[in-house]
């Protein structure tokens, strides 16, 4: 078992930047796979980005060349960097850790609790 808090959500200016951190309660070194989701008021949660413990990375369609994950397993955390911030980014943002399903796609059995990101236009 893991608990997961996220830290770094907050109100931003179209085309500006955030940095979200998640840390476990544990080593992250042995966790299969930790991603980012986020829901919208009215939407479904989505798979924004996530990372394989051996670097693996994959991103939604609506955020590559924009978000950045890293992880640093020394200190159980990991980060999205989020530029050129857009209105339709505003959405709770979540932590999660589970198993790779496939190359896009992946299980979550432990979540954060959220962190609200809102983008001003």
């Known amino acids: 078992q893991v608990q997961l808090v996220e830290s770094g959500g907050g109100l931003v200016q179209a085309g500006g930047s955030l940095r979200l951190s998640c840390a476990a309660s544990?080593?992250?070194?042995?966790?299969?796979?930790m991603g980012w989701y986020r829901q919208a008021p009215g939407k479904q949660r989505e798979l924004v980005a996530m990372?394989?413990?051996?670097?693996?990375?994959n991103y939604g369609d609506s955020v590559k060349g924009r978000f950045t994950t890293s992880r640093n397993n020394a200190e159980n955390t990991i980060y999205l960097q989020m530029n050129s911030l857009k209105p339709e980014d505003t959405a709770v943002y979540y932590c999660?850790?589970?198993?790779?399903?496939?190359?896009?796609?992946?299980?979550?059995?432990?979540w954060g609790q959220g962190t609200q990101v809102t983008v001003s236009s």
């Open positions: 999660a850790a589970g198993y790779i399903l496939s190359i896009t796609t992946m299980r979550a059995d432990y």
């Open positions: 544990r080593s992250i070194s042995s966790i299969n796979v």
């Open positions: 990372m394989s413990g051996e670097g693996y990375t």
